[in-house]
């Protein structure tokens, strides 16, 4: 059976508490992620902070802010100030259907992978969307049509 560990993404972007909004916006932008994972300096998880997070702390385009303004207010605005800790984690040893399970229950995009505590990992929707791609190819090669 599969464990978390066997699909999750190992190498992390992550950031720090006090890093900022603005840092957190360019990160989300040039890596294409949607969740970023905030941890200590030894990788002592913290929080979570997702595009949606970054949204709300966003001015309205229709409040007719440039985007040097909204840059500015975003360097005066610290990840811990929007991070949730009230997140759901999960162990790289959990069996994948648990995860899948809890991804779909709570409506979730990602669960943080922690062992004892430190970030080893992340595992989104995406990666179960590339599993059900790769399971499908298998499928086809096999000549079963899905």
């Given at each position: 059976m ?18 900022t909004?603005?840092?957190a ?34 001015l ?8 040097e ?22 162990s790289p ?14 409506k ?36 079963i049509?899905?």
């Open positions: 599969l464990a978390v560990k066997d699909l999750m993404t190992k190498d992390v972007f992550t950031l720090r508490e006090l890093d909004l603005r840092t916006r360019s990160m989300m932008s040039l890596a294409r992620i949607r969740h970023i994972p905030i941890v200590s300096e030894n990788m002592d998880f913290k929080g979570l902070v997702t595009h949606r997070d970054i949204l709300d702390a966003t309205s385009r229709f409040a007719d802010v440039d985007k303004t909204q840059d500015e207010l975003d360097l005066g605005i610290p990840i811990r100030e929007l991070m949730r800790t009230d997140v759901h984690v999960v040893e959990a069996p994948l259907h648990d995860a899948i399970e809890t991804l779909l229950t709570h979730y995009g990602c669960l943080p992978v922690l062992d004892k505590g430190k970030l080893v990992g992340i595992i989104t929707e995406a990666d179960f969307l590339k599993l059900t791609l790769r399971l499908m190819d298998t499928l086809s090669a096999q000549g049509e899905i």
